[in-house]
């Protein structure tokens, strides 16, 4: 039974709830104060909190997508994703592969002409042979006839570290709340390119071109923009593309917009932070690089380089986020560019998880549809 399994949960509950009516059950018969007594009330009261431990952990993963399998909570899942070609003629395939595809919860299971589609896919990057999974929601304009000549905007979604791109689509719900809103006539038909940040697990490498290691930055930047442009219609100007993130994903797509602005026209940022931290999951990340590390920190850019021409969205919570200072400073910093256009959500109150996200994801989306072009 795999990590997210609900029945891995049901069974941890119920083992946790026996532990607790075994501990009341047997508390008088281990009342005294022999060694095997005291033995026995010290494992029964570390075995029931470590049960109501491990079955609130396990909740709180399923809720928030942290870690997708046993593999990935303890670190083992370092293997770079591998490559299955599906082409129609069984020929080379790009770098981009669909591996499997799937209906878009909540509608109804109406097929991609009315619902839209989503589609498992394998990403290789060119020229960093970054290899990561990904999920594509192609919106149900795309397989209608009178679309067949049209290219589409496009949005790279990132969730914060570790993450899993999964979660983007059941818990966060970028898919659903995409179609809704152009259903309603709030924002254009987009395609949504949902992956996590953490493209060299269990490394986080905060989107950084690390000396000698992954090249992160130039694979979201380049590699994975060309990727998608060769598989689906897509618009190919810097116009046609923006970026999304949580936490994590926020100051990736903020980095890459503000870096490169010819890639993406606008990045919104979800409880973001503005540089990139130094901690075990990211090990060495500059190596001494004093460039490399001042990029990595948005303060030091928009200090001494030029303004990018971009747009930015930021958001916080006057309670609950830690970032709430930092992100009213960071508007103050952008609007002195004149260039960089920046817009922010605060709300009243909100922490930083799903939820709070999950209320800011549709006014962040049709922002970002208005400020993105279809050529």
Known sequence: MGLTSNKVLVLAVAFAVLLFVGTVWLWPRLARRNWRAVSGRVGLLLGTQLALFVSVGLAANQAFGFYASWADLFGQEKDQGVVVNHTALGGAGGPLEVIETARVRGAGGAPPRTGGEIQKVDIVGRTTHIAT????????????????????PAAVVLTGYPGTAKALVDKLRYPNTAQTLAKDGRMQPMILVMLRPTVAPPRDTECVDIPGGPQTETFFAKDLPNAVVAHYRVGKKPGSWGIVGDSTGGYCALKLAMHHPGSYAAAVALSPYYKAPIDPTTGDLFHGDQALHDRANLWWCLKHLPAPNTSLLVTSSRIGETNYKDTLKFIQ?????????????????????FNTWRREIPAALQWLSGRLSDH
């Open 133 to 152: 999974p990904a999920y594509v929601y192609l919106p149900p304009e795309y397989f209608q006839p009178q679309y067949r000549t049209r290219t589409f």
């Open 333 to 353: 910093r952008v609007q002195a560019t004149r260039l960089t256009r920046i817009s922010s959500i605060i709300l009243d109150s909100g922490g930083h998880n």
